[in-house]
Every structure is written in structure tokens, then in C-alpha cells.
């Protein structure tokens, strides 16, 4: 029983009487068969922070000096 609620995925317990304990507990895996949606924002919204602050901060402080390799 100690391994299993110190199980990540432990929910809770019921004891009914001293030898018998009902442990319930969520799936431990997850599988991951649908399209994710949120891949396209968090990449565009990267480029756009990137992009800012080679602008607004290198480019403002070095000028010409400074290129993109």
C-alpha cells in the first residue's frame, strides 16, 4: 500500500476493514494520438521574441557590427 500512494498518479483510498484497502488511482500513461494545436503559437510567438530583441537590442547597441551566423 506504501508504494502505491506514493504513486504520482495516487488519488485516494478506502479502507473497509484491516486487510482489505481499495487504492484508486489515475492512468499513469498518457498517449498522445490527436493533433496538438498549440505547437504553431508557442513557435511563432518565439520567433517574434527572438526577433525583437535582435532588433530593439543588439542591432540598437552594435549596429552593423553585429550579424547572424
Known amino acids: 500500500m506504501r508504494r502505491l500512494v506514493a504513486d504520482p ?3 485516494l483510498h478506502k479502507i ?3 486487510n ?3 487504492i484508486h488511482s489515475t492512468k499513469s500513461k498518457l498517449k498522445l494520438n490527436r493533433l496538438i494545436y498549440v ?3 508557442v513557435l511563432d510567438n518565439s ?3 527572438m526577433y525583437y530583441f535582435w532588433y ?3 542591432k540598437a547597441e552594435y549596429g552593423n ?3 547572424l551566423l
Open 16 to 18: 473497509f476493514n484491516g
Open 56 to 58: 530593439n537590442q543588439i
Open 9 to 11: 498518479a495516487y488519488l
Open 20 to 22: 482489505l484497502v481499495a
Open 65 to 67: 557590427k553585429a550579424s
Open 39 to 41: 505547437g504553431q503559437p
Open 47 to 49: 520567433k517574434l521574441l
